[in-house]
């Protein structure tokens, strides 16, 4: 049972970490873009 668990917890976890990534950068770039916008 733990040998099939297993690879559903890592699937999970990555998951969490691509969504954590996707939502850093999507946050991360507007807001860098509007800094470099009004700074130049």
Same mark, same amino acid.
């Given at each position: 049972?733990? @040998?099939?668990e297993?690879?559903? /917890? =890592?699937?999970? $976890?990555?998951? /969490? +970490? =691509?969504?954590?990534? =996707?939502? /850093? +950068?999507?946050?991360? @770039?507007?807001?860098?873009? $509007?800094?470099?916008? $009004?700074?130049?």
């Amino acid at each position: 049972m733990s @040998v099939r668990e297993m690879p559903i /917890a =890592a699937t999970h $976890l990555l998951l /969490a +970490f =691509a969504l954590m990534i =996707a939502g /850093a +950068f999507g946050t991360g @770039v507007p807001i860098a873009l $509007l800094i470099i916008w $009004l700074c130049s």
